[in-house]
């Protein structure tokens, strides 16, 4: 491959060239995507949009430059293959803003992930009264201004005294609910031998002094008998020797005969010396205009925003520009309703994508190459103007910004499409349009003809048969929120991001009916070694199959065990690791990329040996297989649109939308009273979207209540019960807008939703 001699083709060079891609199903496809433009890609899940974006593309650029630096800089930067494609021409360096969520420990916030923490500490370190003596003074994540008590976690642990100690018991009989407190152990005898207690009376009939005696008392020495001898040992209450012995700890690394009985009696919540705050005292006691500096990174950012746009300080005026032209970035990208001190772990995928594209909003770098992965995943269509705003302020700025993206309101703003299909997998693979999105609309693609397809409205919705109920709800921003969600129909729960959708269903619903089953946006885990086979459950039925079959042991047809090619051990390729340059895969030459053995290749099941079984896809395997378990698997797989995959194809293969509709078949197998799905929609085509509204209604129609947490109109439309949250988000939400049928839903004028839906049945 020649990527950067574009002297060698006769194209503009306005247009980033590719030519001959094929990598994973890229059927030798060639495309010009205009630079300084908005390119937007589209096709069903599997058709190639991220084999050639990500996979050709980007991993191009980012490898392209890593060779610019020195031998040993390579050496920690990640590797990129070089992709199988003949030409890329016209490069810039890529950044790519994807889904991956930001993570990070109990430390990192909003607030530091984005430097806006740090802007505020440099402000009310010039600002605040009484003053402190420098910036770290008031950073949770340093010593001299965290909490001393939680050490700048904000949380801490409490004992809850009545799990621990049962009173009616005497010390005798063991009255300490934890298994080293056992009756004749050590730690028991500390107190029985203590000779501060009657060790017959039963705790309930302790004075008060003797119950603060066995429970706090934290200043004595006792004669202990040890062996025989009596020894001096520092007397602690069971609290406090509690605290010691096991509150320092993790209690994901105590013993399991501990954890589930340390999990029963110690509680997280706000520390109770910061209130939850995670700073000094001297931190807290900083403040401007009365609000100190946890009140402002408690604050809704849309708050924060109006507090620091009303200061008015000519000595920090600068700073107090840059703190409110990135607060206002991440109003206008729709994430208004968050606040600064919100755990960056708690972000969903959409919310940490739309974080990262923040950080670029105010860059100064020109002739960039944008990169973005569905940036309107966990949007409400309200919220997508404002995304469409950012895309078109990066490519007005001189950028060329390309977008893998399923929603029409993103499609409209593009420049250029790409569309790729026809189909996903080995159908996909080839370019079926290229042009305006007019031109896409009249085109006779799968993605053209869904763009002029209306979802018509549920006309006759099912009855409900009683009802779920949800009262006085107030987690989050609830304010006191009671419904009835109908049982046996499909609910679809709407409202802007930070609406308060998932703190009702997630938070409220939860805690009421436990049988609920939910079904989030969390991805399989991929590696070299996983596939659909061994993730769904069916490998081991395959196996045992294959093994009664040909009389031998299981383990014979596991890629992981007995049956393996030892060249390989069951990859079907080599690695070979050429130090500071990308590792190289090839074919295994023993066992042809087979993976096994040649004895393990001689046994066959119905005529077929394992490799010619793991390389069917699906919808083969459906008219292949008899054994009702593996059925029922491929059933379910098919009807969530993956009958496109082989069996034996990697995890790691797979885009992220068939990923996670490979855990929601591996979920609705299993017939549940209760499902919830969070945004079942997500990284969806539209024609996949039909596909997965007739498999809810078979659910439904076979007695499962379902509720979903939706934005997608057409999901709406076809819902039996809409509860619509807003009418804003964060403060502004909250509140129950609309209950009720998707018709009645359009006569709803303080609902965002009806109003979209409106527009899109036109």
Same mark, same amino acid.
């Given at each position: ?26 059927? @030798? ?145 063991? /009255?300490?609910?934890?298994?080293? +407190? ?21 705790? =309930? ?40 012995? &096991? ?7 105590? /013993? ?47 708050? #924060? ?21 990135? #607060?206002?970035?991440?109003? %206008? ?163 802007? =991001? ?14 009421? &009916? /436990? ?30 199959? +294959? =093994? ?60 077929? @040996? ?121 403060? %502004?939400?909250? @509140? ?27």
């Amino acid at each position: 491959m020649s990527p950067s001699h574009s002297s060698s083709a006769s194209d503009s060079p306005g247009s980033i060239q590719v030519r001959g891609a094929r990598e994973n199903n890229l059927k @030798n496809i060639s495309v010009d995507i205009p630079r300084r433009k908005i390119t937007v890609f589209t096709g069903v899940s599997g058709s190639g949009k991220s084999s050639l974006v990500f996979d050709t593309i980007a991993a191009e650029s980012h490898r392209l430059l890593n060779e610019t630096f020195s031998t040993f800089v390579q050496n920690f930067l990640p590797r990129y293959a070089q992709p199988d494609v003949d030409v890329l021409a016209n490069l810039s360096t890529a950044i790519l803003v994807d889904q991956q969520r930001l993570g990070g420990n109990p430390r990192s916030t909003l607030g530091t992930a984005t430097d806006l923490y740090t802007l505020l500490r440099v402000l009310f370190s010039r600002l605040g009264k009484p003053a402190v003596p420098h910036a770290l003074a008031l950073s949770f994540n340093d010593p001299t201004g965290m909490c001393p008590e939680c050490e700048g976690l904000g949380r801490g642990a409490r004992i809850d005294v009545d799990a621990l100690v049962d009173r009616k018991k005497s010390l005798e009989e063991g /009255p300490i609910r934890f298994p080293t +407190f056992n009756v004749g152990g050590y730690h028991l005898n500390t107190f029985v031998k203590s000779g501060f207690f009657d060790v017959k009376k039963p705790l =309930a009939k302790y004075t008060k002094d003797e119950l603060h005696n066995l429970l706090h008392r934290n200043d004595s020495k006792v004669k202990v008998n040890a062996q025989g001898l009596k020894i001096n040992s520092g007397y602690e209450g069971v609290v406090p020797k509690f605290k010691r012995l &096991y509150l320092t700890k993790d209690a994901e690394k105590l /013993p399991a005969n501990l954890r589930e009985s340390f999990e029963r009696i110690v509680t997280s919540g706000p520390c109770g010396a910061c209130d939850g705050t995670r700073l000094s005292e001297l931190a807290r006691a900083c403040r401007i205009d009365g609000k100190n500096i946890a009140d402002c990174s408690a604050m809704q950012i849309s708050e #924060l925003a109006a507090f620091i746009h009303a200061l008015r300080a000519p000595s920090v005026a600068p700073l107090l520009a840059r703190l409110a032209e990135r #607060l206002d970035h991440l109003v %206008e990208i729709g994430l208004g309703y968050l606040s600064l001190s919100r755990e960056t772990a708690t972000l969903s995928g959409g919310e940490s994508q739309r974080v990262k594209m923040v950080r670029h909003l105010s860059s100064s770098l020109t002739e960039t190459l944008y990169i973005f992965d569905e940036p309107t995943i966990g949007l409400h269509p309200h919220d997508i103007q404002r995304l469409n705003t950012t895309l078109l302020r990066l490519r007005d700025a001189g950028n060329t910004v390309l977008v893998v993206e399923h929603k029409p309101q993103v499609m409209a703003i593009a420049d250029h499409l790409i569309d790729l299909g026809p189909g996903a997998g080995k159908a996909g693979g080839t370019v079926v349009f290229e042009g305006s999105f007019a031109g896409l609309q009249k085109s006779d693609t799968l993605t053209g003809k869904h763009l002029a397809r209306l979802e018509a409205l549920k006309e006759k919705p099912r009855k409900g048969k009683g009802h779920l109920v949800i009262e006085n709800a107030t987690l989050n921003n609830l304010h006191d929120v009671t419904v009835k969600i109908p049982r046996g129909v499909l609910t679809a729960v709407t409202g802007v =991001a930070g609406s308060g959708k998932s703190s009702l269903i997630h938070g409220s619903l939860a805690g009421r &009916y /436990p049988d609920a089953v939910f079904v989030d946006q969390a991805l399989a885990a991929g590696s070299r070694r996983s596939n659909l086979a061994t993730y769904s459950g069916m490998a081991d039925a395959v196996r045992k199959a +294959f =093994a009664t079959a040909n009389k031998v042991e299981p383990a014979l047809f596991s890629a992981n065990s007995r049956g393996a090619c030892a060249a390989c051990e069951g990859l079907g390729v080599l690695y070979t690791d050429l130090q500071h340059l990308d590792p190289v895969a090839i074919r295994c030459e023993t066992c042809e990329g087979r993976c096994f053995t040649d004895a393990v290749l001689a046994l066959t099941l119905r005529g077929k @040996n394992i490799n010619d079984v793991l390389n069917l896809a699906v919808i083969d395997a459906l008219s292949y297989f008899t054994e009702k378990s593996v059925l029922a698997t491929l059933k379910a797989l098919r009807d969530v649109g993956l009958g496109y995959i082989a069996l034996g194809q990697r995890l790691n293969t797979l885009s992220g939308g068939e990923r996670q509709r490979l855990k929601l078949a591996a979920e609705l197998e299993k017939p549940s009273p209760i499902v919830v799905l969070d945004e079942p929609t997500t990284g969806l085509h539209m024609a996949d979207v039909a596909t997965l509204l007739a498999l809810l209604d078979t659910m439904v129609d076979n007695g499962t209540t379902l509720i979903v947490i939706e934005h997608n109109l057409d999901v709406i439309a076809r819902a039996d019960w809409i509860i619509d949250m807003g009418p804003g988000a964060g403060a %502004e939400g909250g @509140n129950v807008v609309f209950e009720g049928t998707p018709r009645d839903l359009l006569r709803a004028s303080k609902s965002l939703t009806a109003k979209h839906l409106a527009a899109r049945l036109g």
